[in-house]
């Protein structure tokens, strides 16, 4: 039987709209269940308490509960690993940083290309770093510091939270540029004894990301020399930056979301508007820039160009610095 023409026009149209109205009904659906944020480092440090911070947000934004789980170990590798393999329909995801970046060059055998097999979602703030001492050590600038560690050579050691941080790289970063000789002492996190040691004075210096040490600054338990970014932040404004000291060093720390490939678009699309929605929330910027942050609202293509020039620049310092995963 022949259809009239507005008859099968009427249908095809039907026809060919029924995959976009499923993409818009999964996207409203997601998530029909619990999410799970997996972060690479140990509960109590910045990345921590980064990815609380956006799963409150979401559990109440989006009606279901987002879950932190801390996966610590191999400079954040193991978390990266984790979610890489889950199934890409929103329910696994990964609290993106600056270490992923690194480890891209930094290890090279892992079974896992993270700038393949992660796709961005959004970004959420840039921190810097901040330089901090054991009240042990007698250095209250960067210079002093230098000195200090010219004259004890081969006797202080510096925490991070994992090989291929930015708490690493930015040590080793000031180790290329003064010479000084540091032994590196890697955590599964700074909250994982690294801050223990440091306040204890068997570890002696650490450039740690701004959120995690801010407090022990504060309190006195450490002592803040400077700060890692070319400009000084407005959370600890009496702290020099180390560019000030040593002219051309910059290192920050970043955080975003991240999901596995092939995640559906309406689902990334759907994380980055309410993501971007916490960046434009008054209560949320006020709790971020009190970490220091400097927020990246933007689309997930933003994020992903941030991605691809944070890996070539760190290559280069690694390659560079001859740098080794320990």
């Known amino acids: 039987m022949k259809l009239p023409r507005r008859k099968f026009l009427r249908l ?26 997996l972060a ?27 879950i932190v789980e801390n996966r610590p170990g191999a400079g954040g590798n193991i978390a990266v690993e984790a979610v890489a393999n889950a199934a890409p329909d929103g329910t696994v995801l990964l609290l993106v940083g600056v270490n992923n970046a690194i480890g891209a060059t930094l290890y090279d ?3 896992f290309n993270f700038n393949r097999d992660i796709v961005p979602v959004a970004g959420i703030m840039r921190v810097p770093n ?20 010219n004259a004890n050579r081969g006797k202080l050691s510096y925490a991070s939270s994992g090989s291929g941080t930015s708490v690493h ?19 599964r996190g700074l909250a994982a004894g690294g801050y223990q040691g440091l306040m204890a004075g068997s570890l002696h210096v650490c450039f740690d990301n701004l959120p995690g040490s801010i407090e022990f600054v504060r309190s006195g338990k450490l002592r803040g020399l400077a700060v890692t970014t ?34 559906p678009a309406t689902i990334v699309d759907k994380l980055n508007a309410e993501i ?28 992903g ?21 320990d």
């Open 276 to 303: 971007n929605a916490a960046l434009a929330d008054a209560m949320m910027k006020k709790r971020l820039a009190d970490m220091g942050g400097m927020l990246m609202p933007g689309s997930a293509g933003d994020f």
């Open 40 to 66: 690479g480092f140990a509960a109590g440090g910045a990345v921590d308490i980064v990815a609380r911070l956006m799963a409150q947000w979401l559990s109440d934004r989006l009606g279901q509960q987002f």
């Open 169 to 187: 790289m930015s040590a080793e970063l000031f180790k290329t540029m003064t010479k000084v000789d540091l032994l590196h002492v890697p955590h």
């Open 305 to 325: 160009r941030l991605i691809a020039d944070e890996t070539e620049k760190w290559a280069k310092v690694i390659k560079f610095a001859g740098i080794k995963a």
């Open 130 to 149: 901040i330089m901090v001492v054991s009240p042990s050590v007698p250095a209250k600038t960067v210079a002093e510091f230098i000195d200090y560690a």
């Open 109 to 111: 055998k892992t079974t």
């Open 12 to 37: 095809a149209a039907g026809a060919a709209a029924l995959p976009a109205a499923s993409r818009v009904a999964r996207a409203q659906a997601y998530p029909s269940r619990p999410v799970r944020i």
């Open 230 to 263: 070319t400009e000084r932040s407005p959370v600890i404004p009496e702290l020099p930056t180390v560019a000030e000291t040593l002219p051309g060093f910059e290192a920050s720390a970043w955080y975003g979301i991240g999901a596995p490939q092939t995640t």
